[in-house]
C-alpha cells in the first residue's frame, strides 16, 4: 500500500509538470502540450511506466479495500465513545471515503481524455516534422462552457476530487513512511512538512488548470 501510493505520488508529479503547459498561451503553448502527449504515448519507457502505473493504480485500490474490510471485521462493533478527533485526522478516519471519490474521478477523467485520445476523433498537424494530435484543443474544449454545457459541472467536480486527493495526500504521504518503517524522531518533521507542501501545492496546482481554462473564456 505504502509503495504504490509513493510510486503514485511520482506520478502525480509527472503528469503535473506536462499540464502545467496548459498555462501557457497561444499556439505555441498548444505545441508544446501536443509534443508532451506525442511523447508520453511513444515513448517505450514510458509506456512501461504507464502500465505500471495502472498497476499501482488498481492494486492501491483493491489493497485499500481489503484494509478496509479487515479493520471493520477486527473490530465489528463500534466503541461505545469514539474520540476520533483526540486520537486522529479526519482524512486517517474517512480514507476509504477519500479513496473513492478519487476511484470515481479516475474513472471519469479516463474516459474524457484517455479514451478520447487513444479512441476519439481527433485533428492532427505537423510540429517540426511530427505529426501530432491536438489534445490541447480537447481539454480546453472540455472546460469551456461554450463547447461543452456541462463545463461548470464538471470544472467543480475535478476541483472537488483535488480537495478529496489533498486530504488523502495529507494522511497518506507520512503514513507511508511510517508503514516503510522510514519514520524517526530526526526526519518525522520534515517528512511531515514536506507531506504538507506537497499535499497542498500538487492538487492545488491539478484544480487551478480546469479554473484557469474555464475562468480564461469570460476574460
Known sequence: MALSGLFL????VGHLLGNLQLFVSGQQGADNFNLYAKFMTTNP??????YLT???IIFHMVDGLILTIQNRRARPKKYVIEKG???S???SRNMALLGTILLVFIATHMQNFWYVMHFGEISHYEIKGQNVKDLHHVVMSFFTPTSNSYAAFMVGFYVLSMLALAYH???GFVSAFQSLGLNHIKY???IEIVGAGFSVV???LFASIPLYVFIKHYL
Do not use: E, G, R
Not at 505520488?9 to 502525480?12: G, V, Y
Not at 519507457?45 to 504507464?50: A, G, N, R
Open 9 to 12: 505520488c511520482l506520478f502525480l
Open 45 to 50: 519507457i514510458v509506456k512501461v511506466l504507464s
Open 54 to 56: 495502472y498497476f499501482s
Open 85 to 87: 478527533k483526540a486520537n
Open 89 to 91: 485526522s479526519w482524512a
Open 169 to 171: 495526500l495529507h494522511h
Open 188 to 190: 518525522n518533521k520534515i
Open 202 to 204: 500538487v492538487p492545488l
